[in-house]
Structures are given as C-alpha cells and as structure tokens.
C-alpha cells in the first residue's frame, strides 16, 4: 500500500501546478493528470490487496472489469461496498476526471482524491 499512497501524493503534487480562480481549476492538463495518478493509486492498492491474498502477479487484472470480477472475489466486506466505491471512484476519476476531463470544481477534485486514499486505507 505504501506504493498506492506514493502515488496519491504525486496526483496531489500535480495539482499543485494548476492555477485556480474562483474555487475552479483553469488548466485541465494537470486536473487530469492528477485524476489519473490518483486512479492509477487505486488500481496499484488494489494489486497489492489481491497479491496479499495469494493471487499471482501475473494473474492480476488488466481491464476494469477484470478488476470488479477479482475484486468481488476477494473484497473484504461482502455486502458490496467496496465493489461500488471501486465503481465510483472508476466513474469519478478515470472516466470524468482523467478521460473526459470535466472536473475542474476544487473541491469536487480534493474530494475525489481524498476518497481514493479513504479506500486505499480501508485495504490494509
């Protein structure tokens, strides 16, 4: 996990670059480079997690769906909350934030960030 949350703090490093005018990041490059630095955090834990669980590495998941069907095998609270924080933070950081890039409210984004280190902490 100590990789997962290096990686979080890069994706908050790159915010740092971005200019802001009335709570609204002006730049998006580094918005969703951010996004896509914090998702690629909650992939990396999530390897971590199932690695420690005794999946191989190289069995581990390369697609998002991938992710969900492994995820949902191994997650550590079965009632599937876990299964839709991933999904949610999938939406909100890969999709809107990195690959669409439509975040651009302030703290739209620090929370999205801070969400990701919530989960990421809730697998040690």
Request: with cysteine.
């Amino acid at each position: 996990m100590k990789e997962a949350l290096r990686y979080l703090k890069n994706a908050r490093e790159r915010l740092k670059s971005a200019p802001v005018e009335d709570n609204t990041y002006t730049d998006v490059k580094p918005v969703r480079e951010a996004c896509g630095t914090a998702y690629l955090a909650v992939l990396k834990a999530i390897d971590d997690y199932l690695l420690e669980k005794g999946v191989e590495r190289k069995k581990l998941p390369k697609s998002f769906e991938a992710y969900m069907e492994m995820f949902r095998k191994y997650a550590l609270i079965h009632d599937g909350k876990q299964i839709r924080e991933f999904d949610k933070l999938y939406d909100l950081l890969h999709i809107a934030g990195y690959y669409q890039g439509l975040l651009k409210d302030v703290a739209v984004v620090k929370d999205a960030i801070k969400a990701a280190e919530d989960f990421i902490k809730k697998l040690k």
